[in-house]
């Protein structure tokens, strides 16, 4: 895919880049953040949007990261998840992957129904029957460390295999439940992005 800007299919005007897995260049613009500082001082930022960070590595895998900047759910604040946006960016280094990140507060929650402009932004960039890893945080009160979920096991039963084993390979100990603390339900990006026949994954830890 070649670097440059264009308009999504929705309408919204995304930057892009050109990833030959994981080297790339960067530029750098007037953004006041911490996530964008972040993003610079490692690299992983290319050239920023106004409100989203795509990092495209012409892959069909993608991190997204929705709650990596705060934002209103069915008119409640929703804060931001901690780190996501970092995590996500990361993991998609290490994967030779997309991300999609918001880079400032949203006015609707990107996790949530299908009328974000984070939703729209994200089926306007990736490409079809895509697996995209959807990662937030949770606080401790839920229990486990690490919680992952194929919206209620609507994704195709060797997804979670080839989770479980890769986990279990790298040393994790993996309970495989359909049901757990947190569910990625009707609401849920995971849960659409399946519907629209994508590969899903939610992880939160
Ligand atoms: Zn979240």
Redesign the pocket.
């Known amino acids: 895919m070649a670097r440059g800007r264009y308009a999504g299919r929705h309408g919204l005007t995304i930057v892009t880049t050109t990833l030959h897995c994981c080297t790339f260049s960067w530029t750098v613009q007037s953004m006041s953040n911490p996530l964008v500082e972040y993003l610079k001082a490692t690299k992983s930022l290319d050239t920023a949007a106004t409100e989203f960070m795509w990092r495209d590595a012409d892959s069909h895998l993608t991190f997204t990261g929705?709650?990596a900047k705060a934002s209103f759910r069915d008119g409640d604040y929703k804060r931001r998840?901690n780190n996501?946006g970092v995590i996500a960016v990361e993991a998609s280094k290490l994967a030779c992957a997309n991300a999609l990140i918001p880079l400032t507060p949203g006015d609707a929650d990107g996790?949530w129904g299908t009328g974000s402009r984070f939703r729209r932004a994200l089926l306007s960039l990736i490409q079809p029957s895509s697996m995209v890893l959807d990662i937030?945080?949770m606080t401790d009160e839920h229990g486990p460390d690490v919680v992952i979920g194929t919206a209620s096991g609507r994704a195709p039963q060797w997804l979670t295999d080839c989770t479980e084993t890769a986990l279990t390979k790298a040393g994790f100990v993996v309970e495989v439940r359909h049901t757990g603390p947190l569910s990625a339900g009707e609401k849920t990006l995971t849960w659409s992005l399946a519907e629209l026949g994508h590969h899903t994954l939610s992880g939160?830890r």
Do not use: E, F, S
Request: glycine residues 12%; aromatic residues 0%; without cysteine.
């Open positions: 929705p709650h998840d996501v996790n937030h945080g939160v």
